[in-house]
């Protein structure tokens, strides 16, 4: 009876131990691997300058377009 216990913790303690190796490794291939980490997340900047102040909204164009559209789940555009 305390045999086969202790082989059942000794077998969750397994799983949790190559679980947590197997999720650490992965984050460090996501962010020190600059093809993976730009993938799953796609960097996009712009700069906007202010010409003059005023009081009302102006609307900013992307490319002649009013917004920005993903042509993927992780938001990399196809050019």
Known sequence: MVNSKLKEMGLIGAIFVTLTI??????QVYQNVGTVHS???PK??????I?????QWNGIKFNDQYSVKFDSFFGIRQS
Do not use: R, W
């Open 51 to 55: 010409e003059k102040e005023t009081d």
């Open 22 to 27: 197997v999720f650490v490794c992965s984050y």
């Open 44 to 49: 996009m900047t712009s700069f906007l300058a």
């Open 39 to 41: 993938y799953f997340s």
